[in-house]
């Protein structure tokens, strides 16, 4: 228990240190994060890879993500009516029933016992961009009217390496939409390639009415 506690209280100080740049121990992230969110992240960057729990801490984080959308979570970020402290222990204890890294636990304790809460989800947004460019991905997205076959993913992934950096992996995310009725829509790191028939359709339309 002694251990665990150190343990606990060694990542929580790096962390505290690394929020006010007082740290030697901090490491900078990948991708440049500014501001008081930027401040944490990188606390929790630094932390999560002295303590080789950086993987763990993404993936917990991950599933956080989702359930900070949902109302109960919401409402308790939101109230005033229960404490910092309150807030802290209770965030603690389902971290720890959770199987939360320590890093993870630490981080979510000082973010509601400084008053940081309603950063959070941007907090976490903000981390799981920067663990892309931990692991040097690229995230690309497609959109279809129907899944994709093997075929045509290797043709989009064959031209997709055109649009990224070489050496950087691509991180490809596939939705279906009907609506979009044919071709796709591409997203690749910072570009938005519409290519969908619905647009083209669109378009169309438009110099019909304007003609008109």
């Given amino acids: 228990m002694n251990i665990l506690r150190s343990n606990f209280n060694t990542g929580a100080n790096v962390i505290r240190l690394c929020i006010r740049n007082q740290s030697s121990q901090s490491t900078k992230t990948p991708l440049p994060v500014f501001g008081v969110e930027g401040r944490y992240v990188s606390a929790l960057y630094s932390a999560a890879l002295q303590m080789k729990q950086i993987d763990d801490v ?12 949902k109302p109960t979570m919401v409402d308790f970020v939101e109230t005033s009516m229960i404490s910092r402290a309150a807030k802290a222990k209770l965030l603690e204890e389902v971290g720890a029933k959770a199987g939360m890294p320590k890093a993870a636990v630490n981080f979510l304790s000082i973010v509601a016992e400084n008053g940081r809460l309603k950063l959070l989800r941007r907090m976490v947004n903000m981390f799981l961009a920067v663990m892309v460019a931990h692991r040097n991905e690229a995230l ?31 991180q490809l995310t596939e939705k279906v939409d009907p609506s979009i009725i044919g071709g796709m829509i591409v997203g690749v790191e910072d570009k938005h390639i519409d290519m969908s028939i619905a647009r083209k359709i669109q378009m169309y339309t438009d110099i019909l009415k304007q003609a008109l």
């Fill in 58 to 69: 993404e993936k917990h984080l991950r599933a956080l993500q989702g359930e900070l959308r």
């Fill in 140 to 170: 690309c997205e497609v959109i279809t009217a129907k899944p994709l076959d093997d075929s045509t993913r290797s043709a989009l992934m064959d031209a997709l390496k055109k649009f990224v950096k070489d050496g950087k992996k691509i």
